[in-house]
């Protein structure tokens, strides 16, 4: 999973691209009026973000915005005006875009489809318009994060634009010979202190990403049992081509260490049945 950079500009910028939307609404005003209170609510998300403290801050909030006099408006101004009108849309796909090569940051997947609110604009709609609260996902993700904040820091989300998983590995997986399929499961680094080992855990349990993996590490294995093959034919040595595995795993994890075809290709390297053949079983 690699993770995007957070988006430039502030939630100044947004409610300007909104403007022509509220004007209409005869609400321009009403947001406008309000501008300080959000530019305020971003700083305050900022700095607890890049201190590690973004849940303990949202969680003080309690039920202050979801109940907030112009809640309705702002989650309105969100979808209607920065997600459909041209104005607000240029900024959307610019926060989509910042996705690296258009992939999922909380899977490396599948194509990012939507903006995901970090913070559930449903409980915050005072964050409904700041760019740091969105981040670039695929349609499943947005699912598997659901709309709810966590309530205890070892189920909080990973937040792309203030944490940094670092290039320890934690996504692994194993070749299941009776059933001939990968395995993939999260064995978090021992340097990882115990809530990130949970959380990491978690993420991976509510983003079904065992089941996920699996069914995408079909289509890898697909592409290349060919040539594996053929390479086993030619030098009669699984050790050949367990080394061209390893080089294709090691090249895979200088792009993004924790890819599931880096866990595959690994996988794939330290399977005695795999090396014998099973290559022409695996996912047939």
């Not at 194993?174 to 064995?187: L, S």
Request: with cysteine.
């Amino acid at each position: 999973m690699l993770w995007p950079e957070a988006p430039q500009f502030d939630v100044e910028k947004v409610v300007e691209a909104c403007r022509a939307w509220l004007v209409s609404e005869g609400r321009y005003d009403t947001v406008s009026n309000r501008l300080q209170e959000l530019k305020a609510g971003e700083k305050a998300y900022r700095a607890a973000g890049e201190k590690g403290r973004l849940l303990s801050l949202l969680l003080s909030y309690g039920q202050r915005q979801r109940h907030d006099r112009h809640a309705e408006l702002l989650r309105n101004t969100y979808t209607t005006a920065f997600v459909q009108r041209a104005e607000g849309r240029q900024l959307y796909n610019a926060i989509k875009a910042a996705a690296i090569h258009g992939s999922c940051p909380l899977c490396g997947l599948q194509q990012v489809a939507q903006l995901d609110h970090h913070a559930p604009k449903a409980d915050f709609p005072l964050l409904a318009l700041t760019p740091l609260n969105l981040v670039p996902v695929c349609g499943p993700c947005n699912l598997g994060k659901s709309n709810k904040l966590a309530t205890s820091a070892t189920e909080e989300a990973f937040h792309p634009y203030f944490e940094d998983l670092g290039a320890d590995r934690w996504l692994h997986a194993q070749i299941d010979a009776a059933e001939q399929v990968a395995v993939f499961e999260v064995r978090p680094p021992t340097g990882w202190d115990e809530v990130k080992r949970r959380r990491i855990v978690h993420h991976f349990e509510s983003h079904d990403l065992a089941s996920r993996y699996g069914e995408a590490a079909g289509s890898v294995v697909a592409k290349r049992r060919r040539r594996d093959a053929d390479l086993l034919a030619d030098t009669e040595s699984p050790a050949e081509v367990r080394a061209h595995l390893r080089a294709d795993a090691v090249s895979h994890a200088a792009y993004d260490p924790n890819s599931f075809e880096t866990a595959l290709l690994h996988a794939l390297a330290e399977s005695t049945w795999y090396l014998n053949g099973g290559m022409h079983l695996l996912y047939a």
